[in-house]
């Protein structure tokens, strides 16, 4: 019976570092000042591979840019402007309620989430996430003070996306209050 007890503490203990850890993470992606994140995306959909880099500021609660060299997704609160650099069209949409995207993890907007494991590598936390209502699953692997290293998510068979951070600042934002196209084609698809 102790033996019972000792594990359920155990157990107890872990998710609830599990977390700590979260909370930590998001609180230094969600800085006040904002954060400015340099990535490498590996994306891959059964046997093909895109690697590509980029650019993601987050300004706030809903703020927050991706910009990469043929797009650049602008989110506004429940606004979201797609610049397609390569036929220079501006398509402006809103948030479907209840749909969610990476930022929604990065942002800690995740209502769905269930955290596993976290485990100390070195000077890295690795944490565990599973995504109870989509069935991903996948790993943020950060440092002890809660800054990111790399993100896995894997949403289907043959199918995942990882970031890897390449530089990672707080304040100084420059492409969110920058983000202006000119002579775009607007589509605006908004209901």
Do not use: C
């Not at 599990?18 to 059964?46: A, L």
């Amino acid at each position: 019976m102790a033996h019972i007890f000792l594990n359920i503490l155990l157990i107890a203990g872990l998710f609830s570092q599990s977390n700590n850890w979260y909370k930590k993470f998001i609180n230094t992606i969600n800085h006040q000042e904002g954060v400015s994140i340099s990535v490498i995306i590996h994306q891959k959909q059964f046997e093909s591979t895109l690697i590509d880099t980029g650019f993601i500021e987050i300004k706030g609660k809903n703020k927050y840019i991706l910009e990469l060299q043929n797009e650049t997704v602008f989110i506004n609160d429940d606004i979201i402007k797609t610049w397609n650099k390569i036929d220079n069209q501006l398509i402006i949409d809103k948030k479907i309620k209840g749909e969610i995207s990476i930022f929604d993890l990065l942002t800690g907007e995740f209502k769905d989430i269930s955290l596993g494991k976290a485990t100390l590598i070195g000077e890295y936390v690795k944490l565990d996430f599973r995504i109870q209502s989509m069935e991903y699953e996948g790993s943020i692997l950060m440092y002890n003070s809660g800054r990111p290293k790399e993100i896995n998510i894997n949403y289907g068979y043959g199918q995942s996306a990882m970031l890897t951070v390449d530089d990672f600042k707080i304040g100084k934002l420059t492409l969110y209050d920058d983000f202006n196209p000119t002579n775009v084609e607007i589509i605006d698809i908004r209901e």
